[in-house]
């Protein structure tokens, strides 16, 4: 008799580690991202393909936490640590500089980073602080194709 506490009706939630140039995450079934990492929910007898297909697909499983199969999964938004997040115009670009302690320490580091860029030649400096692990620190993006236009 199978209980909810038997090994073959748990499930698990892994965190990965992915680097969304690279990886192949739109290949990861039920993948879903919250507060800058990717999670799976993974039952225990899938865990093995799971870990094989994810290695494959260039992920890599950062931690494995087991949840009950009823129970809604939460972060715990204090154990993630502050990054002082600029996104450019021109460089189409995201740089994360940390990882800082509180909001309040990356709140007073981020004038110099802006400083920098500016030095550099960045335009449209948009500065965001907020918790996450970014995957890269520097992140080029596309060129955008519409005309960004000031209010």
């Given amino acids: 008799m199978a209980t ?3 090994k073959y009706s748990r499930i698990f939630l892994y965190e990965i580690a992915i680097d969304p140039k690279i990886g192949k995450l739109n290949h990861i079934e039920s ?3 919250r507060r800058g990492k990717f999670y799976l929910k993974v ?3 899938r865990m093995s393909q799971e870990m094989q297909r ?5 992920g890599k499983i950062i931690k ?6 009823l129970d809604d999964f939460s972060i715990q938004e204090e154990t993630l640590p502050w990054w002082v997040e600029l996104t450019t115009t021109r460089p189409h670009c995201i740089y994360y500089f940390g990882p800082f302690d509180n909001f309040a320490e990356a709140y007073g580091h981020y004038g110099g980073y802006v400083e920098d860029l500016q030095e550099e030649g960045a335009e449209g ?5 907020k918790q996450c692990q970014p995957l890269v620190l520097t992140q080029e993006l596309e060129e955008e194709t519409s005309k ?3 209010d």
Avoid: C, E, H, T
């Fill in 43 to 45: 039952p225990y007898k």
């Fill in 54 to 58: 994810i290695s494959r697909l260039g």
């Fill in 31 to 33: 993948l879903f991202q």
């Fill in 148 to 150: 960004i236009f000031n």
């Fill in 4 to 6: 909810n506490n038997d």
């Fill in 125 to 129: 400096i948009i500065i965001n602080i």
């Fill in 64 to 69: 494995i936490v087991p949840i009950g199969a």
